[in-house]
């Protein structure tokens, strides 16, 4: 078996029976598992003095790095508390949603709510952000009213989350059904040869979790097996498959 890391597909053709990958490999069959697919976090909507945009970020490389800061997270979704919870442990942080509900885990909600080094902002939208001595000057507005606030922080996490999309796979003939990849039971794609599990696929009642994609994976491979080892008798209840 050969790894490959930091490698990005982008074409998948054809030939012979055989996928040509990227021009530079070449498969028997392929599995497809890119999650949400290609995807770019959603923007901060405002304008970003460049002499602050180092302070705001839409990934938390080490959450020690803010020990002791003062930072704002905005967003309402699992990805913004969960960097609320984090970084509570180092530093001071305000969690900014424009809505007063939160989409994330309920047990998330709960513990923002009674975490000390945590205060729920909502329900406000940025509406300006300067430049205050090297540190970052946002002016938050009450949603539905003309209430304004400002408020002095050392950094911003913007988890907003992402624009994702698998629709870069049409190009190699596969079928999508709402922007995810329709596969038959065996994991199979439109595209014979071609298989796909986790998050990427789409089917009625599928959950996005790690467990069931786990167990898709199960599938793809010994339909897989089946596929290149017709005559091959397989232990289908052995994990090591
Ligand atoms: C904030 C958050 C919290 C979550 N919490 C939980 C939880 O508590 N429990 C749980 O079970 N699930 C949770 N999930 C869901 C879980 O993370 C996903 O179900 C799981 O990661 C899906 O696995 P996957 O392998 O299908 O996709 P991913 O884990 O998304 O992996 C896809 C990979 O494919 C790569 N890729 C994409 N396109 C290409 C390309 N063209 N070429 C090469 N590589 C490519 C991506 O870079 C990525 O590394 C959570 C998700 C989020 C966002």
Redesign the pocket.
Known sequence: MTIICN????NIIHEDSQFIINDDLISKTVLI??????FKPKAFPLPIPTSIDNKLSYFVKNPQDYQNKEVAVLGG???AL?WALELSQYAKVSLIHRRNQFRG?ESNVEKVKHNSQISVLTPYLPANLIDNSGRCELSLKKVGTDETKTIVFDNLIVAYGFRANNR?VKKWGIELENDLIKVDRKMETSVKGIFA????VGYDGRV??????FGEAQVAITSIMQTIFPNKKMTIHSTSI
């Open positions: 490698y990005k597909v982008e598992t890119t999650g949400n697919g290609a979704g699992d990805s969960d885990l870069f599990a986790g998050d990427s996005p979790i790690i467990g069931i994609g």
